[in-house]
């Protein structure tokens, strides 16, 4: 399932990208995220083929700054020309950065129709823009680039377009997790980076996105249930701190703690337990890549997230090791009758 921050392209971007489907005028087209939108920043028109165009991508983009590049082919269908995707974001990004271009890109896909999007290609960095380390990433069979392939493929796109459609609404049907807001995903950065270590988010239904409630560094073990609202569902993430005591399961453990308040309406229970493994599948994703350690589910109307409590759940049980480690009784002998 993919996992979207809700980042919408402008206006002048949705009219670029209406005019460029059907035109020669493009080969290639830079856009940006900012200020919470997908922009068009640079477009260049073509000076040679194809496979020579690739050439105009490495003055076009900047050695850390992360952006998205939609190359015109030189290959049409029925809907006009076909393009690639590039996702450009340098090593040296933020984990901001790689989290929010990762996840803003089924945006971009479904804002210019998957018709004429042919594929896809991720650099990171700016030797990998050039058009035989494209063809290297790519599988002889799905990149018709010369004459004979074009004709081929022709054939072959009749075949698929009308797949293309179902196989769309299939993935987003099936697709129930709501997209973390760029807000959230500051958090979550923050988080990951240990600038902060506790983080809480909330579900917004109206706008359906996980939005960020707030972010705190220096928070201690029993400063977290005063931080844990008590009227409605929350997700937070904690990480304890290392000095607290001995016999952590890890180094500062991180706890997943989904709150659930018994006043809460039925309609919000269902969204977070279903909106839950998806977010969870999110910060364990490469793009993120935080671990966590254990998670924990609470009803914060009855029970008191205290200090105790954050500790039992880090700490490893002396019964687990004991049980882990314990020497499997030996079978017994069955003893003969001396009188026999």
């Given at each position: 399932?993919s996992h979207?921050?809700g980042?919408?392209?402008?206006?002048d971007?949705?009219?670029?990208?209406?005019?460029?489907?059907?035109?020669?005028?493009?080969?290639v087209?830079k856009?940006k995220?900012?200020?919470?939108?997908?922009?068009?920043q640079k477009?260049c028109?073509?000076v040679s083929d194809?496979?020579?165009d690739?050439?105009?991508?490495?003055?076009i983009?900047d050695d850390?700054s992360?952006?998205?590049?939609?190359?015109r082919?030189?290959?049409?269908?029925?809907y006009?020309f076909?393009?690639?995707?590039?996702?450009?974001?340098?090593?040296?990004?933020?984990t901001?950065?790689?989290?929010?271009y990762?996840?803003?890109k089924?945006a971009?896909?479904r804002?210019f129709?998957?018709?004429q999007?042919?594929?896809e290609?991720?650099?990171t960095?700016?030797s990998?823009?050039?058009?035989?380390?494209?063809?290297?990433?790519?599988d002889?069979s799905?990149k018709?680039?010369?004459?004979?392939?074009?004709?081929?493929?022709?054939?072959?796109?009749q075949?698929?377009?009308?797949?293309r459609g179902?196989g769309e609404k299939?993935?987003?049907?099936s697709?129930?997790?709501f997209?973390p807001?760029?807000?959230?995903?500051?958090a979550?950065?923050?988080?990951?980076?240990e600038?902060?270590?506790f983080?809480?988010?909330?579900i917004?239904g109206a706008?359906?996105?996980i939005?960020?409630v707030t972010s705190?560094s220096?928070?201690t073990?029993?400063g977290v249930?005063?931080?844990?609202?008590?009227?409605r569902a929350?997700?937070?993430l904690y990480r304890?701190?290392?000095s607290?005591a001995?016999?952590?399961?890890?180094?500062?453990?991180?706890?997943?703690?989904?709150?659930i308040?018994?006043?809460?309406?039925v309609?919000?229970k269902?969204l977070?337990?279903s909106?839950?493994?998806?977010f969870l599948?999110?910060?364990?994703?490469d793009?993120i890549?935080?671990?966590?350690?254990?998670k924990?589910?609470?009803?914060?109307?009855?029970?008191?997230i205290?200090q105790?409590?954050?500790?039992?759940?880090?700490?490893?049980?002396?019964?687990?090791?004991k049980?882990k480690?314990?020497?499997p009784?030996?079978?017994?002998?069955q003893?003969?009758?001396p009188?026999?």
């Amino acid at each position: 399932m993919s996992h979207e921050t809700g980042i919408p392209p402008d206006d002048d971007l949705k009219a670029r990208i209406a005019d460029c489907k059907s035109s020669e005028n493009v080969r290639v087209m830079k856009i940006k995220i900012e200020n919470e939108q997908m922009i068009h920043q640079k477009s260049c028109g073509p000076v040679s083929d194809f496979s020579g165009d690739f050439s105009l991508l490495d003055s076009i983009v900047d050695d850390s700054s992360p952006c998205y590049l939609m190359l015109r082919t030189d290959i049409s269908n029925n809907y006009g020309f076909e393009w690639i995707l590039i996702t450009y974001v340098p090593v040296s990004s933020k984990t901001r950065e790689k989290m929010l271009y990762s996840s803003t890109k089924p945006a971009i896909k479904r804002e210019f129709g998957g018709n004429q999007l042919k594929t896809e290609y991720f650099a990171t960095e700016k030797s990998d823009l050039t058009y035989d380390s494209f063809v290297l990433s790519q599988d002889r069979s799905e990149k018709p680039f010369t004459e004979q392939e074009i004709e081929l493929a022709k054939v072959k796109e009749q075949e698929r377009q009308a797949m293309r459609g179902l196989g769309e609404k299939v993935k987003l049907s099936s697709n129930i997790s709501f997209p973390p807001t760029e807000a959230a995903c500051d958090a979550i950065s923050d988080f990951k980076s240990e600038t902060t270590n506790f983080a809480q988010f909330v579900i917004n239904g109206a706008d359906e996105v996980i939005d960020s409630v707030t972010s705190q560094s220096g928070v201690t073990l029993d400063g977290v249930d005063g931080l844990v609202p008590r009227d409605r569902a929350t997700y937070n993430l904690y990480r304890v701190p290392a000095s607290a005591a001995d016999g952590f399961i890890n180094d500062n453990p991180v706890i997943f703690l989904h709150g659930i308040s018994s006043s809460g309406s039925v309609k919000e229970k269902m969204l977070f337990s279903s909106c839950k493994s998806t977010f969870l599948q999110l910060l364990a994703s490469d793009v993120i890549g935080l671990a966590i350690d254990r998670k924990v589910e609470v009803d914060v109307n009855d029970d008191n997230i205290t200090q105790e409590f954050l500790l039992s759940e880090v700490k490893v049980k002396q019964a687990e090791i004991k049980k882990k480690f314990e020497k499997p009784k030996a079978p017994g002998r069955q003893r003969t009758n001396p009188r026999a």
